[in-house]
């Protein structure tokens, strides 16, 4: 007999979440915020700034198992504002 138990417990993001062509990040001091942004923005040295800062400050292997970029969120959403102009 088998009985089937509704999922109540939903992951609240997954990669069905991120378009084609994107990838996400967490970006904050503190409290992260996750952001799904375009792969283009890989190429600019802007953003290529903020990934050293990420790997200087968290290296690969860090508790969020994705990548993070410390940095306040309100820089991150001014930067990314400029690449996508």
Same mark, same amino acid.
């Given at each position: 007999?088998?009985?089937?138990v509704? #999922?109540m417990?939903?992951?609240?993001?997954?990669?069905?979440?991120?378009?084609?062509?994107?990838?996400?990040?967490?970006?904050?001091?503190?409290?992260?915020?996750r952001?799904?942004i375009?792969i283009?923005?890989l190429?600019q040295? =802007?953003?290529?700034? =903020?990934?050293?800062q990420?790997?200087?400050?968290?290296?690969?292997d860090?508790?969020?198992s994705?990548?993070?970029?410390?940095c #306040?969120?309100?820089?991150f959403?001014?930067l990314?504002?400029? =690449?996508?102009?």
């Open positions: 007999m088998v009985i089937r509704p #999922r417990i939903k992951k609240s993001f997954t990669t069905r979440d991120v378009p084609k062509g994107h990838f996400v990040v967490y970006v904050g001091e503190n409290q992260k915020k952001f799904v375009p283009s923005f190429s040295p =802007l953003f290529q700034d =903020l990934l050293r990420a790997e200087e400050e968290f290296g690969f860090h508790p969020m994705s990548l993070t970029i410390p #306040r969120e309100d820089a959403i001014d990314t504002s400029q =690449l996508r102009n």
